[in-house]
């Protein structure tokens, strides 16, 4: 009797599941407590799997031998605390997609900042190098459903802590962990500790032939390591110190070390600029050089990669004033960042879903170097309660249109408008990609 195989959440990674598993010979069953996108049940009836929509059937869910479930749904949610208490295996996509994957190797890249970055970074190096590598994961494509219709030799795997809360077997050949901030708290309890364990979680299957890359400048990284011995091979990367293996910054030059092997490439010519993105390039360089791609190839790669949409991307200047698009910055880490790289006076866009977040870590750049801020967002309580006594000017906004024209109105020539919102978009906007959007089309119509 084949398998079956309950799927929860119909968006990208369900549906390249169901895919994958129908073509494993499973009885698939997918269901979602939301509307279907119609690209989506399309595809769904041509693979003739069984589906729900807007709601959950739970003696058909709870009849299951194993659930994949979409990482957008909480442990808290009242179906999965049943299929616990159960005792149903439950798994993520990414586990799906690796059993499958055959011979084909896997880099899996996750942390709290700098993944989508970073993995398209390691993918152009892997297209730049003459490699046949398919980009999947949290950037956007599923992995399951690229294994499933078009299998590679080599996956480049955007992975988010969510993906990796449910893995058994999941092993990258090259793990990459950037670093690890306060993120998502509202999903691991508020606890930072459960946050590091499933960012870690990327590591835990890893053998001594498998390699580990990480910012060996991240306090909580280090700390971790040391407590937690890992069996992989590390691979660390710093901007502040000289190392004997994996890479390092030295008087603007990256410096990289493997198997005593060392190759230098100025900081200038890369083509992603500000601090952070020295760490994504060492991440990718290094990544680069342990699947056997040429340092020359390398080098062309990190010089002429064109940065992401919705991450510190120049949309238009506007009577002297710049307006940056970064609304792919949901959390106040990734803001700092921002704030870290502007060299002009900044009107800051702030706002959206708060996960949590503790703003006082943005409070010295913000003193030092923002005008005015400009909340974009249902509930902004929080940003006034932060900001209030440092910043001369707050304004509300409930929409993109609003808050661009209340930015170019504080505005004046040489500023820069900034949208970084430290939050999720989930109050006004479909996603952060919606967001970014409607940004841009409010800055075309000034």
Known sequence: MSKKFVILGGGESGVGAAILARKQGYDVFLSDAGPLKERYK????????????????????????????????????????????????????IEMAYRFKGESRVIGITGSNGKSTTTSLIYHICKTGGMDAALVGNIGYSFARQVAEDPKPLYVAEISSFQLDDIIDFRPDVAVLLNITEDHLDRYEYKFEKYIRSKFNIVKNQK?????????????????????????????????????????????????????????????DFALKGKHNQYNSMAASLTGATIGIRKEKIRVAVENFEGLEHRM??????????????????????????????????????????????????????????????????????????????????????????????????????????????????????????????????????
């Open 42 to 93: 399309n595809e769904l009836r041509n693979n003739n799997i069984v589906f729900e929509e807007g709601k959950h059937s739970e003696e058909k869910i709870l009849a299951a031998d194993e659930i994949m479930k979409s990482p957008g749904i909480p442990e808290k949610n009242e179906l999965v605390k049943k299929i616990r208490t159960r005792g149903i295996a439950v798994i993520s996509e």
């Open 208 to 268: 001594p032939e498998d390699i580990f890359i990480y910012c060996a400048d991240d306090p909580v990284i280090t700390q971790y390591i040391k407590e937690n011995p890992l069996h992989s091979n590390l691979l660390p990367f710093s901007m502040y110190r000289e190392l004997p293996k994996g890479a390092f910054i030295r008087d603007k030059d990256m410096i990289l070390t493997i198997d005593g092997e060392s190759f230098e490439t100025s900081v200038y």
């Open 313 to 446: 991307q120049h949309v238009l200047t506007v009577r002297g004033v710049d307006f940056i698009n970064d609304s792919k910055a949901t959390n106040v880490n990734s803001t700092w960042y921002a704030l870290e790289s502007m060299k002009q006076p900044v009107i800051l866009i702030l706002g959206g879903v708060d996960k949590g977040n503790d703003y006082s870590a943005l409070l010295d750049l913000v003193k030092e170097k923002v005008k005015a801020i400009v909340c974009l967002g249902t509930d902004n309580r929080k940003i006034h309660e932060a900001f209030g006594k440092h910043v001369e000017v707050m304004v509300n906004t409930g929409s993109a249109s609003e808050a661009v024209k209340a930015s170019f109105h504080l505005a004046n020539k040489g500023d820069v408008v900034l949208l970084s919102p430290a939050c999720a978009s989930f109050d006004l906007f479909k996603n952060y990609e919606d967001r970014g959007r409607q940004f841009i089309d409010a800055v075309r119509e000034l």
